[in-house]
């Protein structure tokens, strides 16, 4: 079977969550499209790509992604660094003809974004950005239910994205605070992923209407190394540096075609840990989704007899979207781990079957764009509306 050699950039959080994918993919869909082989893992010194290839299962390891960028025996690159490299590379690693997958948010602002998309069209390499959440398999039936009709036109789409492990002024300044490496806060971070879910299954946003708010002004400076995402809490006397990104955000939403809602996100809601829903009102029926139980959607029918109707849940297994490699009883239950094997399954079957998945490097830019908007609302205290050619289902 066809092999396709992997150069990972980055060996952090993101690096572990790849590197398990890449080693599950066959083992749940077979046959695999093609084997990943993990070729090659790069991290900014060779201790630590040492470590990350020891640990990720690599078979070499590099502290200049330059290099491995232009290794010709590399077919994919993999961006999995924090959001101030994601360009840089990305071009890079298109000019040497390699298929792309980067993490998300695409770059740290739409300029930024368009430089990436521009350099793989030119290039004609395949390209992902790692949205993964829509590839949990009840997000996945929620979609097949609003093209089969099942709810009707879409009213209303309300998501959010809670978390709480920054809510503690004494977590420590991660890259995630500074606009220099991270672009925006709560946005980026984690409001992009219902930005996702909106246009996935909805349609194109056209306005935005937004307030954002910075909770947190400083934090206690971190000594390096991995971020901890809130786990470790600074002493006192830690020195503190400035956070100058949203902590959170709300906005109202227009779709293009008439639906409305609003997405928010926050990274300081105590007692949500990965709350990410979605509420979908049509006029045949409502969807809830909440990746808390990612096992579960909740549907209601309006053509459901009147005196049971109401929310019930569906659980998903084998008879849903990637049931066929996934496991074998609905509820054994599905992880993150299972959402990024999806996605690299899906990846890997565009640059063989020579399709473009999605989310590309195309919805990442069109995600951008509306971050950026999101902001500019909040700052103006205005309606915005979104600008640039509507991209929703281009080259999909
Ligand atoms: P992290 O801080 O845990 O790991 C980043 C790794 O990249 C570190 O090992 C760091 O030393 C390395 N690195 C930094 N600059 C580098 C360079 N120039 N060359 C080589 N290595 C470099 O960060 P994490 O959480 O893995 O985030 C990485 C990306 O993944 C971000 O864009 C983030 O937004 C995204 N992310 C996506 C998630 C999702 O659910 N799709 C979840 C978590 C992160
Ligand atoms: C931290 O908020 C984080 O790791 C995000 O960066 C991810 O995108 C999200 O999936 C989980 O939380």
Known sequence: MKKMNIGMIGGGFMGKAHSLAYAGMPMFFWPAPAIPYRKTVVD???????EAAERLGFENYSSDWRQVVEDPSIDIIDIVTPNDSHAEIAIAAARAGKHIISEKPLARNAAEAKTMLDAVKEAGVKHMVAFNYRRTPAVALAKKYIEEGRIGNILNFRGTYLQDWSADPNSPLSWRFQKKIAGSGALGDIGTHVIDFARYLVSEISDVMAVA???????????????????VKADADVPKGTVDVDDEFSTLIKF?????GSIEATRNAWGRNNFLTFEI??????LYFNYERRDELQ??????????RGFRTVYTGPAHPYGEGLWPIPALGIGYGET???????????????TQVSPNFQDGYRIAVISDAILESAEKNSWIKIQGEQLVGAEN
């Open 44 to 50: 900014v010194t060779d201790e630590l790509a040492k």
């Open 213 to 231: 708010k910075t909770w947190i002004g400083e934090r206690p400076i971190q000594s390096g190394g991995v971020d901890k995402l809130g786990t």
């Open 256 to 260: 293009d075609n008439g639906a409305v």
């Open 281 to 286: 009102h049509g006029d045949k029926g409502s």
């Open 299 to 308: 549907v209601c029918f309006a053509d459901d007899p009147g005196d049971s």
């Open 340 to 354: 990024k094997i999806i996605e690299t399954y899906d990846f890997f079957k565009s640059i063989v079957e020579d």
